[in-house]
């Protein structure tokens, strides 16, 4: 467990490390969740990827996870085959294999609908969100606890959305935050976003962020990510407001604080001018750097321009409060990006973009454009493309990424990625 090496290795004396591996061995019996931040890297992965990872058959993979020594992934597909595609597996939703081998498991669940999200839980479970309606033949709609060996719903965690999708988990210390397009959970009011007892599933009632829309429109948030200290959460969705004050499409809050205490002085309105009409929401994926200083969130959209942030990834310091403009912001020059990892080194970013550096682009190439096609790594300080550059078939685009401390996981709906065939979902080691 990385929390139990970082115990073991602050340097604290050894009554105190007993302690404190007492304390967080106490922690996990209770069933709290394990943190779910990306993992940090030494440098830039390697642009090939690995041989042994399972190819997905059909679908799209939206969300991928680790537990131990297992990799989970989630998505719309039906069937996958080992590496070397002479055997076949009904796999509807979810697939596990292993980390190092990547032999596929026994893991079944018996899910109604696809999986859009994915985080580890405590004991050997991890929880998966989407748009099932029932688990094991049993109403459960949209997040469930699953036990990674079998797939068996774990009997005590009961939370359940009242409709819509969960398209987004994320887990720290006893709490799973929800992000997705409900209204309720377990029947109380909580619109596109909650935090629910990782043990039982039970609505924190003092975590409320009264996410609203213009026009009294739907809520939905797209997409969360947790400070590694799990004390801010960032959001990005579908809404313009939190706790009545001017949130346009991304809210940071702190997870330490309830009601309106809990909403962050810190904001941005870089997204309120909206990219295209269609859209309810432009943003698509968020994530914070390994040390907490900076969160990077990509976008889609429907126009481009240099002073809009439509079709872009852009860096804010996450430090400080009041107005937030970007530190940087990388243009694809009109073409989509879904997903986001920072490790340290680099910011990865995916979608079905053919450039990078492209401010001045409109599908085209302009000036100082760099081709990237489907997949990209961008310098953490300055956001320009860095050399990395596998390509991949794109498709959609990247709806998936996961890095871990061997390498990149990335999860998309096309089957060649770095050259090689690998499909659905490939893995560019360290």
Request: glycine share 14%; proline share 7%; aromatic share 8%.
């Amino acid at each position: 467990m990385t929390g139990m090496s970082a115990v073991i290795s602050s340097g604290a004396s050894g009554r105190v490390r007993l302690l404190c591996l007492a304390t967080l061995i106490i922690a996990v019996l209770a069933g709290v969740v394990p943190a779910s931040a990306q993992s940090a890297h030494p440098g830039v992965v390697s642009d090939d990827p690995v041989s042994w990872t399972p190819h997905i058959q059909d679908g799209t993979v939206h969300a991928i996870t680790v537990v131990g020594d297992t990799v989970v992934v989630g998505g719309t597909f039906t069937e996958v085959t080992d590496p070397t595609e002479q055997f076949r597996f009904p796999r509807p939703y979810l697939l596990a294999f292993g980390l190092r081998d990547g032999r596929i498991s026994q893991l079944r669940a018996d899910l109604d609908g696809p999986v859009y999200a994915l985080a580890p839980g405590p004991r050997g479970t991890f929880y998966a969100g989407g748009a099932f309606r029932t688990v094991d033949g049993v109403p459960q709609r949209g997040v469930a606890q699953l036990r990674l060996d079998t797939g068996e719903p774990v009997p005590g965690f009961r939370a359940a959305v009242n409709w819509g999708t969960v398209t987004a988990l994320a887990g720290h210390g006893r709490w799973l935050y929800l992000g997705g397009s409900f209204t309720a959970v377990n029947g109380t009011g909580r619109a596109g976003l909650a935090r629910v007892d990782g043990a039982t599933g039970a609505v924190d009632s003092g975590f409320d962020a009264r996410l609203t829309a213009e026009g009294g429109g739907r809520v939905s948030v797209r997409d969360l990510a947790l400070a590694p200290d799990g004390r801010r959460l960032v959001a990005v969705g579908a809404f313009a407001r939190s706790h009545g004050l001017l949130r346009p499409q991304l809210v940071m809050l702190d997870t330490t604080r309830g009601g309106e205490d809990g909403l962050a002085d810190w904001y941005t309105n870089a997204y309120e001018r909206r990219c295209a009409p269609l859209f309810t929401t432009y943003l698509r994926g968020v994530d914070f750097a390994p040390d907490g200083s900076y969160l990077v969130a990509v976008t889609t959209g429907g126009r481009t321009h240099p002073d809009e942030l439509c079709n872009t990834a852009a860096r804010f310091e996450a430090g400080g409060t009041g107005m937030h403009r970007p530190t940087w912001v990388n243009h694809t020059g009109g073409h989509s990006l879904y997903s986001v990892a920072v490790t340290g080194p680099a910011v990865y970013v995916g979608g079905h973009e053919l450039w990078h550096d492209n401010p001045r682009g409109r599908k085209s190439p302009g000036p100082g454009a760099v081709p990237r096609e489907g997949i990209a790594a961008l310098h953490p300080e300055r956001g320009t493309a860095l050399p990395w550059n596998p390509g991949r078939a794109r498709g959609v685009g990247v709806q998936a990424f996961l890095a871990t401390r061997s390498g990149l996981f990335v999860g998309s709906d096309t089957t060649r990625i770095g050259g090689a065939y690998r499909a659905r979902i490939a893995m560019f080691p360290l």
